[in-house]
């Protein structure tokens, strides 16, 4: 009986997947303007099983996606379905539940994708619904669901944005030539690439160095508005009084640096209040590393972050697991040089069991180059005993990789 019972709720559930499809292509139409909610989107058929409205979430403090597929169906939702990426809320934030919305247009069955991981709903959304007599059909397209969300749930899971870490490089792997040239290592299409990617992602980090280096602007060129927040990590406030980064009318930057700086005897205070001056935002870390970076982004709402940083802090953030993900722009040039410019700064393996083993590779061809993608599992996860300095000393940010303007 327990078998029959399994492979009729899975043929039920097979009858949702084309629409739960549909769902999750609506939700994808906000990718990069929700945070810090997660993307969704919702269709509602009426009780024949007719399509009778759609909605997605537009961006936060906007309506839920379920409140806009509701709208549009209007009175042929009653007696019908809503299909949802995740589960309704059902607690008051900057809209009211979506609980009692479902509950209000008469729906009789709502068939859902992925519990939500925050501790607000986490189940209790369905438990509501269950409770007003609503038939509940969970998981459908979960894996496709988690997948599409995973850097809001790995966000309210761990407490930092999910980070991406992103360089372009040459077929001998080199980021520059010996002398510092490297524009462009890349096509045009590949660097158009990268401007669609920073469109997804809520802030783009990088080093000093890389602002001392590159004078970088860092935004999509228009594709997102607004633009991702641009964030330079800095020990030393060591940085040109004039850069790209610092002209704010066109995208925000914030500039991070640790403690020390603020305790200095005041040689740093008259630069931060240039920067602040034009726009710049000036955060004290409580330490200047990545993981309290991403910490503080988390608390400004970022889902998503892109480190498109130089070796030394790259290394530093899959030390501190706060890359999930990576993206490599491979070049088909070889660039040469024996004093290698290299994407990676030192890890401290000395053993190839110590190694960070890559998982889901894709490959995908922009012209003449090859991007390749892959997530990058948790360091503890994987076995890799990274090294660490912990006293490494306040110094100059180290001089670093380019990325791509």
């Known amino acids: 009986m327990m078998v029959v019972r399994f492979v009729c709720l899975a043929r039920l559930s097979e009858r949702w997947i084309p629409w739960m499809r549909r769902a999750l292509q609506l939700a994808a139409l906000a990718d990069g303007?929700?945070?810090?909610?997660?993307?969704?989107?919702?269709?509602?058929?009426?009780?024949?099983?007719?399509?009778?409205?759609?909605?997605?979430?537009?961006?936060?403090?906007?309506?839920?996606?379920?409140?806009?597929?509701?709208?549009?169906?209007?009175?042929?939702?009653?007696?019908?379905?809503?299909?949802?990426?995740?589960?309704?809320?059902?607690?008051?934030?900057?809209?009211?539940?979506?609980?009692?919305?479902?509950?209000?247009?008469?729906?009789?069955?709502?068939?859902?994708?992925?519990?939500?991981?925050?501790?607000?709903?986490?189940?209790?959304?369905?438990?509501?619904?269950?409770?007003?007599?609503?038939?509940?059909?969970?998981g459908v397209l979960e894996a496709a669901a988690a997948h599409q969300n995973r850097a809001f749930v790995h966000r309210v899971k761990t407490g930092r944005p999910w980070g991406l870490l992103k360089w372009a490089m040459s077929l001998d792997g080199r980021t520059a030539l010996p002398n510092g040239a490297s524009q462009w290592i890349s096509g045009a299409a590949a660097r158009a690439w990268v401007h669609r990617l920073r469109a997804h992602c809520d802030a783009v980090i990088v080093g000093g160095g890389t602002v001392r280096a590159d004078d970088p602007l860092l935004t999509s060129r228009g594709l997102r508005t607004p633009e991702p927040l641009r964030v330079v990590l800095s020990r030393s406030l060591d940085l040109p009084a004039a850069a790209r980064l610092w002209t704010t009318a066109e995208a925000p930057t914030l500039l991070a640096h640790g403690p020390a700086v603020e305790a200095t005897d005041g040689e740093s205070a008259p630069l931060l209040e240039a920067f602040g001056a034009a726009g710049v935002i000036a955060t004290a870390l409580p330490r200047c590393e990545p993981l309290a970076l991403l910490e503080h982004l988390a608390s400004r709402g970022c889902n998503r972050v892109l480190w498109e940083c130089g070796p030394a802090l790259a290394a530093a953030a899959l030390q501190q697991d706060c890359v999930q993900e990576l993206a490599v722009v491979i070049a088909p040039k070889l660039l040469g040089g024996l004093a290698a410019r290299t994407p990676l700064g030192e890890l401290g393996f000395t053993a190839m069991d110590q190694v960070i083993p890559l998982q889901g590779l894709t490959l995908q061809r922009l012209e003449r180059d090859v991007v390749v993608q892959s997530l990058v599992p948790p360091l503890s996860a994987a076995g890799v005993r990274a090294h660490r300095d912990p006293g490494r000393p306040d110094r100059r940010d180290p001089p670093v990789h380019r990325c791509n303007d």
Not at 33 to 62: I, Q, W, Y
Not at 76 to 94: F, I
């Open 33 to 138: 303007h929700t945070s810090p909610n997660p993307l969704v989107g919702a269709v509602v058929l009426d009780a024949a099983g007719t399509l009778a409205g759609e909605g997605f979430h537009a961006r936060a403090g906007d309506p839920h996606a379920e409140v806009g597929a509701l709208a549009q169906a209007g009175e042929r939702a009653k007696g019908g379905t809503l299909v949802v990426t995740l589960e309704p809320c059902c607690h008051h934030g900057r809209t009211p539940p979506c609980t009692e919305a479902v509950i209000q247009a008469g729906i009789r069955r709502v068939v859902v994708a992925l519990t939500d991981p925050d501790s607000r709903v986490a189940g209790g959304g369905l438990q509501r619904l269950r409770d007003a007599g609503l038939e509940v059909i969970p």
